[in-house]
C-alpha cells in the first residue's frame, strides 16, 4: 500500500479541535482509496513555548524535511505577545522550508452565503498564488534612535530575480493545470513601488513568452481589492508579492464565505510543504465544538491533491461541497447548525461515500 509520511502540527487554540476533523476526513479518503497517511504529531505552539520558554526546539526544521507534507492547524496564543509565535514557527518554517508560493484557493461553493451582492460560485473561482519567502516578510530594515522623537523604522522589502521569477514561473505552470479562464493577473504597485514591482513587470513577461496561451493581465493592488469586490469573475490565477497576497487573500477568503472555508498550501514543489486554514487560533472558541473545521479540511484537501492522490483529493471536494450545499446553515463558528466533530462526522462519511 502507498504510505506518506506526514507530520501533523495542531498548534493552538482552536487548531487540534479542526485537525482532529481534518484527520478523521483524511482517515475516511485513506480507507477508501487505499493509501495510508503514516503520521507523526508534534506539539510545537504558545503551550510548548510557555513550558519550555522555546519557541522550536533547535533542529525543528531540519527534522520536518523527513515528511512528504505537513499539516497545521493555528499558531497563536493569548498569553503571548503578538508576533513571537507567528515569527518563531509559522514564518520561520515557511522560510527554514523555502516554502516559497502560497497557494490560496478562492472558490465560493453552492449554498455558501458571499457578502457579494448578485455574485455566485460561477463569479468567483480564481486562486492566489503569493510569494511566500520574500517582499518585506524578509524582516531586513532597522530602527534608528530607538524611543526618541526621531525615531525612524525602516522595513525593506526584498525581491530577488531568481525568487520572484519561480514564484512567477509556478503562477503560469499552475494556470496551465487549471481548466478555467486561462489567466495570469500580476498584482502590484508600479506607480509607486518603483523598483521592486518593475523587477516583477519585467519578470513577468519574459516569463509569459514561454506560455503564449495564456492571457496576462496586471492590476495595481489597491485596484485588485476593488475588482475582487465588483468583478470577482474577471480573476483566472493572480500572482503577488507576500505583502500584497497576505492582505488580499484575507479579502478573498471573505467573498468565498469566511475564514470557516479558507484553506492554503506553503509549497516547496522541490521539497516539503505545508496545509493550513488561513484564519488564526481563534481562542475565544476553543474547546467549545462550535469552530468550523471545514478550512482544515480543506487543507488536508488540498495535501492529498499536492501527494499526488488526486481522486481521494476529488473525493473530499466533493464531500465538503456536498456538506456546505445540503447541511451547514452557515459557516460561522457556532452557527453552523453542526458542531464542529459533526462536520468532520459528516463530510467523512459522505468521503466514504
Ligand atoms: C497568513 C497570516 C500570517 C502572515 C501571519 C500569522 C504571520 O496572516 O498566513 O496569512 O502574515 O502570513
Ligand atoms: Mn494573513
Known sequence: MKSYKIAVIPGDGTGPEVVAEAVKVLEAAEERFG?????TWYDYGGDRYLRTGEVLPEGAAEDLKQYKAILLGAIGHPDV????????????????LDQYINLRPVVLYPGVDTPLKD?????IDFVVVRENTEGLYAGAG????KGTPDEVAVQE????????????RFAFEYCRRRNKGKKVTLCGKTNVLTYAFDLWERTF????????????DYAHVDATCMWMVKNPEWFDVIVTDNMFGDIITDLGAMIQGGMGIAAGGNLNPEGVSMFEPIGGSAPK????????PMAAICAGQMMLDYLGEAEAAQ??????????????????????GYSTTEVGDLVAGYVRG
Open 119 to 123: 455574485k455566485g460560485p460561477e463569479d
Open 315 to 336: 473525493a473530499v471536494e466533493a464531500a465538503v461541497r456536498r456538506a456546505v450545499s445540503e447541511n451547514l446553515k452557515s459557516l460561522s463558528a457556532g452557527r453552523m
Open 81 to 96: 505577545k503578538p508576533g513571537i509565535l507567528e515569527k518563531g514557527i509559522l514564518l520561520h518554517l515557511r522560510f527554514a
Open 35 to 39: 493509501f495510508r497517511l503514516d503520521k
Open 157 to 168: 522589502s526584498i525581491n530577488t530575480r531568481k525568487g520572484v521569477e519561480r514564484c512567477i
Open 205 to 216: 513577461h519574459e516569463v509569459a513568452k514561454e506560455y503564449p496561451d495564456i492571457q496576462t
Open 285 to 292: 472558541y476553543t474547546g467549545k465544538n462550535v469552530i468550523n
Open 142 to 145: 532597522g530602527v534608528l534612535k
